[in-house]
């Protein structure tokens, strides 16, 4: 496996086409060593979140797919994944929440979830278009001190990965809030707006540590 490789992502604005060009990672390969580590802006002790991503994934069948993975040294605390059945679900520690939506494939989607442990009310947006809503972990709270990881799912503190579940395609504009975020700003920023801006994960300013074979481009949104 290469060396880590620590990456600090700036945007970039071009004033004069009034258009914003980002970082995006690249998975070429279905790997068990490949993934890029999140550095958080602050512990994830979380009682409500919002938590969105662009991704694009030629992987089809009875595949599981992870997009993110954030484990503490007991439990994985937050994990976003697309399931053998194609359903896109979210886990907190225990059982998850699934969401029958259209298949993804190689146009970027915008992908987001939301929760909210006082009501317990759970949602997926994709490309703007919320889901129904669903109680699931109601006065749970999500635990910090633990290590975020995209392209893999650490069975172990950041270890035991399984090629078979790992991630393929591209991943870029992974930001998180502590709240949930209205409708409508969920749908601004699926239009490329970039406020506000994640005070737990701010993809335009995100440290990251690159591991194995991932590729990194720009693009514009």
Not at 50 to 57: E, G, N
Not at 62 to 72: H, M
Not at 75 to 91: A, M
Not at 172 to 193: E, Y
Request: charged share 20%.
């Amino acid at each position: 496996m290469s060396p880590a490789v620590t990456l600090f992502l700036i945007v970039v604005s071009t004033a004069l086409a009034g258009s914003v060009t980002i970082k995006t990672l690249v998975f070429p390969t279905a790997t068990s060593t490949s993934y890029a580590e999140m550095i958080p802006q602050r512990p994830m002790n979380l009682t409500a979140f919002t938590l969105c991503m662009r991704v694009a994934t030629e992987l089809s069948g009875k595949r599981e797919i992870i997009f993110f993975a954030y484990r503490t040294g007991s439990h994985d605390e937050l994990n976003v994944w697309r399931e053998l059945d194609g359903r896109l679900s979210f886990y907190l520690a225990g059982d998850g929440v699934l969401f029958k939506v259209p298949d993804l494939g190689a146009l970027i989607t915008h992908l987001c979830v939301t929760w909210d442990s006082t009501s317990g009310l759970a949602a997926l947006f994709l490309d703007g278009k919320r889901s129904l809503s669903k109680i699931y972990r109601k006065d749970h709270t999500v635990s910090p001190g633990g290590r975020v990881i995209l392209g893999q799912d650490a069975d172990s503190f950041l270890g035991s990965f399984d090629e078979k579940q790992s991630f393929v395609g591209e991943i870029c504009d992974v930001n998180m809030w502590d709240t949930v975020l209205p409708d409508s700003v969920i749908i601004c920023m699926f239009a490329g707006k970039r406020e506000p801006r994640g005070n737990v994960f701010d993809w335009d300013s995100a440290e990251l540590e690159l591991n194995g074979d991932v590729e990194v481009a720009t693009r514009e949104l």
